[in-house]
């Protein structure tokens, strides 16, 4: 009898344990993780090891080696830019396993215009690529720090699109040498024009103007006969290595040499009147001779439409 009994007590000790632990493990809850710190920690982590590899590839790249100086003279209160140099600079070939950080460029201040500066035109670049127009039509432009800017100049509106503003030219060095074009009007993305020049004939010459870059030098085609003066115009297109000097005259029959950067040619100036000819491009070697002349350009648009 007092064996059962015993054994009773022990089950009935058993049973209020379980029920005590039961009773405790449904009263104490663990406390919550610290999330909100664990997440600050990590992105803190992981922003200080993405800045420490990005500033190893940086030491990695090579500098781009500026080129010519922007020649002509300016109306409208813009000064003569520097002499152009004898000989072109070169890009070197990129560092493929470098992270662009921006755009490069462009190789010469002339380039920048109209008070616009080397950060408002990388300001504007990114704009331009990162906007519905920039990603939406044109697939594939990639990021600003893919590109070098090659020229930065106000824009003036017409009928096909009114409103002035400015202009920012930039180009990849990719195989098809994409280029773009991004209209900024009041802080807004107004246009994006894109191609790749390099996609030519074959029988091109060394000196390839960009044709599809008539909004640089021509106001809309309804306004033939009434474009809105004084016009800042700009000439763009590529060269062949074997290319040593470029001049181009639009208008007012003064030849102005053109900036060689980086396998391309930028000419500027400005116009108080309305012209009916594109602007005309020679080039010329090392030794001087001509060995292009737009004129003789059969793919050239010599008539402005």
Request: with cysteine.
């Amino acid at each position: 009898m007092d064996a059962w009994q015993g054994a009773d007590g022990e089950r009935e000790f058993a049973e209020r344990v379980r029920a005590l632990l039961t009773d405790d493990a449904l009263t104490l809850q663990p406390s919550m993780a610290p999330y909100p710190a664990i997440r600050r920690r990590g992105v803190a982590e992981r922003r200080r090891r993405v800045a420490a590899a990005g500033a190893a590839l940086v030491t990695l790249a090579v500098a781009p080696v500026g080129a010519y100086a922007l020649g002509g003279a300016d109306r409208g209160g813009e000064g003569a830019s520097p002499a152009v140099s004898a000989t072109a600079s070169r890009s070197p070939v990129p560092t493929a396993s470098a992270t662009p950080s921006g755009p490069s460029g462009p190789a010469t201040d002339g380039q920048l215009l109209d008070g616009v500066t080397r950060e408002s035109a990388v300001s504007m670049l990114e704009d331009c690529l990162g906007s519905d127009l920039g990603r939406g039509p044109h697939q594939g432009l990639g990021v600003a720090g893919e590109y070098r800017i090659l020229l930065a100049m106000r824009s003036t509106g017409d009928s096909n699109s009114p409103g002035n503003g400015h202009f920012v030219v930039a180009a990849r060095d990719d195989a098809a040498r994409t280029r773009v074009i991004c209209t900024v009007k009041d802080g807004e993305v107004a246009g994006v024009n894109s191609g790749g020049v390099a996609e030519g004939p074959p029988d091109q010459g060394p000196v390839v103007p960009d044709i599809n870059a008539l909004k640089l030098y021509a106001q809309s085609a309804m306004d033939r006969g009434n474009w809105k003066l004084p016009f800042r115009w700009g000439s763009i297109g590529l060269v062949d290595p074997s290319v040593a000097r470029v001049t181009v005259s639009y208008g007012d029959g003064e030849t102005r040499p053109a900036v060689l950067d980086h396998g391309w040619y930028i000419a500027t100036g400005e116009l108080d009147q309305q012209v009916t000819r594109a602007p005309r491009i020679k080039g010329y070697d090392a030794a001087g001779e001509l060995v292009y002349d737009s004129d003789r350009d059969k793919y050239y648009m010599a008539e402005l439409p």
